[in-house]
């Protein structure tokens, strides 16, 4: 690549694409070490994924949709679904850390790899800290099933009132989740895979154990008036249950930290979506079974919701705080899995020089980023600890729903501009499949409500004022700072 003489002007500094690293190639700064297996990553999803729908979504969503809520994570799944096949290409063509993040910079350029920026780093940063917040309600239901005995409202709320106008000082337990999962990321990646791996194990035990005792209660009168929330309600629910599927980007963010990447992340991607739809579902529908729609309104139930429901249904704490010991235990791997996320799209745009370059500096002994990792935490463990759940879910839902857009896009684009580009994994159905990730994408998108715009786009300003100001200067492509092995753009030799 011939150097570039004459400086950039604004208009190509924000169109100009990252060359895409041929397989087994370097990329410019930091590596990461490769020590993820397909199994691992394939967990890492689930891991991510399976629990946030579930143990806390569910009771946010059924007041929106009522019985009809097992449509919304219907809708959501095949969302999700043709989503993740779009992934699946897209990371087998380019294996890197950043995932959406990435993925943009080299299809369609800065400006938009700087858009998706905003919004990855808001799903991953906002949902780490509502996951922690609903871990902390579960929490208190382990300590009150187990002690007889809780944690005061002054360390178990925000001082954020909540819908219910309750209040604290700060949620302890949401931070020290945060503060236990940046330890055990600190302590390296296979680490954390390893304990993620137990984890989720854990959390579908006790998913199944929830879904066979609610059967037994089941009453098909609880799916009366299944229609009456009508389109708007289900389109509502399933904005904010998409939230939950952030998972499935999780998966690409570990690009570059797992072994045969071009094969592992198809594999990854479209097995954890199978479990991850096949729990949803099942659980859901026995939760609506066994429960009729408007208790999942009640305080209790927008704490620990599925817990009160088992013990609703035998009249015993038992099953509940097995599920709640479950909920507690796995409920961590969200945390750890969507914390790992953020800290590599943050070490992604530290490489690229979108960031200071602390943030691609790698520790020398774990391969991991630490200051990535510090930073990540504290802010999040700000947000969970002062921060109410109700205010989270469905600004997450809205930065995933558009970085899946940007990926069925990337598809598009690269298939046009990159034909001869090497693709493990090519999406059936092109161009229909992409066509219509788009449109069930923007479908959801349509059920948010429009303060959670109000949020986004405030967001959304601050990252790109950032990038126009420091971040387009700075850039490792404005230095002539790129990867040694560089595919061509479309028709070009290989």
Known sequence: MSDIKVRPGLGDQLRRRKPIAAPGGGHAGPELSRSFGTFQLMLFGVGATVG?????????????????????????????????????????????????????????????????????????????AAVAVGWSGYFNELLQNLLGWHLPDALSYS?????????????????????????????????????????????????????????????????????????????????????????????????EEVRDPQRALPRAIMGALVVVVAIYVLVAVAGVGAQPTEEFESPEQQSAGLSVILQDITGSSVPGTILAAGAVISIFSVTLVTLYGQTRILFAMG????????????????????????????????????????????????????????????????RRTQPDLERPFRVPGYPVTPVLTIVACVYVLSGLAAVTWVIFGTWLAV?????????????ALERGEVADTEVPDAGGPR
């Not at 943009?104 to 780093?121: D, I, Q, R």
């Not at 109410?388 to 879910?393: K, V």
């Open 159 to 255: 001082p954020v009132p909540y819908e219910d106008n309750t209040t604290g000082l700060v949620n302890l337990p949401a931070v020290v989740l945060v503060l236990m999962c940046m330890v055990l990321l600190l302590r390296g990646a296979s680490e954390s895979a390893r304990v993620n791996t137990v984890m989720v194990l854990i959390k579908l035990g006790v998913l199944v154990l929830f879904a066979v005792i609610g059967f037994t209660a089941f009453e098909a009168d609880h799916f009366g008036g299944f229609w009456d929330a009508g389109a708007a309600g289900i389109s509502a629910a399933a904005g904010t249950i998409f939230f939950s599927f952030i998972g499935l980007d999780a998966v690409s963010t570990a690009g």
């Open 52 to 128: 946030t729908g579930i143990f806390f979504v569910l009771q946010e969503a059924v007041p929106d949709a009522g019985p009809a809520v097992v449509v919304a994570f219907l809708v959501a799944g095949v969302a999700a679904g043709l989503s993740a096949i779009c992934y699946a290409e897209v990371a087998s063509a380019i294996p890197v850390s950043g995932s959406t993040y990435s993925y943009a910079y080299h299809s369609m350029g800065e400006l938009v790899a700087m858009v998706v920026a905003a919004c990855v780093l808001l799903e991953y940063g906002v949902s780490s």
């Open 463 to 475: 990252v790109l004022g950032f990038y126009l100001l420091w971040g387009r200067r700075h850039a």
């Open 351 to 414: 490489r690229d020089g979108m960031l200071p370059r602390r943030f691609s500096s790698v520790n020398p002994l774990t391969l991991t980023p630490t200051f990535n990792t510090v930073v990540v935490a504290v802010v999040v463990a700000l947000i969970g600890g002062f921060v109410p759940a109700d205010y989270l879910w469905d600004t997450v839902s809205i930065g995933t729903l558009i970085a899946f857009i940007v990926v069925a896009t990337a598809v598009l684009v690269l």
